[in-house]
């Protein structure tokens, strides 16, 4: 069995499973209504203004497939500084690392509850091959 490193769990779909069905390719990534009202729900009882605070994705290196997502609540003007890409829907904002944009454009961010845990997904497109955990992928 393979050392996934100290990967945060968070659901990396396969290539068979869809959250979403889109006709067009996407430019940047997409939100879903559901991620949109978790992101404002945790920013909100964080005590943080949704005008100054996003979901921050970036891509690290790390796990048995080579790469892994780290998600967290973050200020956003040092990113915007930084040169990160910010992306909104219904006053919730997301912003992906510059250097992790390449990794996740075309992807879909969505918030998913089941029995076995809750927490967002990110549907990418553009992700090759997943370790036997779920926790890291390869593109």
């Known amino acids: 069995m393979s ?3 100290d990967v945060k769990k ?5 290539a068979t499973e869809t959250a979403v069905v889109v006709d067009t390719p996407i430019k940047g990534i997409l939100i879903s209504d559901k991620a949109a009202e978790k992101i404002k729900l945790f920013l909100t009882n964080e005590g943080k203004a949704l005008a ?9 290196k790390d796990g048995c497939s080579g790469l892994s997502y780290d998600m967290s609540l973050d200020e956003i003007a040092p990113c915007i500084a930084n040169g990160d890409k910010v992306f909104e829907l219904n006053g919730a904002q997301v912003v992906i690392e510059k250097t992790s944009y390449f990794y996740v454009t075309g992807s879909i961010l969505d918030y998913t509850e089941a029995l076995t845990g809750s927490g967002f997904t990110l549907n990418n497109p553009n992700i090759k091959k997943t370790c036997s955990c779920g926790s890291s992928f390869g593109v």
């Open 52 to 60: 100054d605070f996003a979901l921050k994705v970036a891509v690290k």
């Open 10 to 14: 968070v659901f990396v779909k396969s």
């Open 3 to 5: 050392d996934c490193g």
